[in-house]
């Protein structure tokens, strides 16, 4: 899916990257930030459809059980009735709805997986939007002093004053590494809090599907 394939796009989008290399770093990162809310939008709208959809296609799946089950209770009040012919006839409609609903059941499992693929893009997205936001400040604050401390260090080589040039350049290097240093921090406390969300759910999922089984088996 083409709105899939934009999504990862913008999901893999290296922003630190993308400002670096921008002739206009303001420009770039509004800019991104705009293509992920447009995209955003069109997400929601594809989730809103898709789920309408496996709606409809589940309805179709039920109406087509209930259709063949009809059906095997009319084959059998034939058979009670001696019609053989009759409850032949019944059997093969009941079959023929049979074949639908394992049709409509793959469609069913086949549309779970889309809107299950759309509703994590849609989460990766929000996350990739939220990070621009929060960055977009700092970035473009970031970009501003490199700036200037750039035209500083371009005057005082014009003035031939190297130790000024030289100092310029340690001071611009240190904030730079200081932030660099601070952003790499800031990333991997957000990988450690994912990480330990997605551990949580999935400990979540096992004890609900493993209380789901031993009832299944006391029921049994």
Do not use: C
Request: aromatic share 2%.
């Amino acid at each position: 899916m083409a709105l899939l394939e934009r999504v990862a796009t913008l999901v893999r989008a290296n922003i630190n990257d993308l400002v670096d290399k921008a002739e206009n770093p303001e420009k770039m990162i509004k800019q991104v930030i705009l293509d992920m809310e447009n995209q955003l939008l069109q997400v929601k709208t594809q989730v809103a459809i898709s789920i309408a959809d496996q709606h409809v296609l589940e309805k179709k799946l039920q109406e087509n059980q209930e259709n063949a089950a009809q059906w095997i209770r009319r084959a059998e009040l034939a058979v009670d009735k001696k019609d053989d012919a009759l409850a032949r006839a019944a059997v093969e409609r009941s079959m023929s709805y049979k074949s639908m609903t394992e049709s409509f059941r793959q469609q069913v499992e086949d549309q779970k997986t889309q809107v299950e693929n759309l509703k994590s893009a849609l989460l990766k997205l929000q996350q990739k939007l939220a990070e621009a936001q929060s960055k977009s400040d700092m970035l473009i604050a970031q970009h501003r002093r490199s700036r200037a401390l750039g035209k500083a260090t371009d005057a005082g080589l014009a003035m031939g004053d190297d130790s000024h040039a030289a100092a310029f350049d340690r001071m611009k290097h240190k904030v730079q590494h200081s932030e660099a240093t601070a952003q790499a921090k800031s990333e991997l406390v957000a990988d450690n809090v994912d990480d330990q969300f997605a551990a949580l759910e999935k400990a979540e999922e096992v004890d609900r599907l493993l209380a789901e089984l031993k009832n299944k088996r006391k029921a049994g």
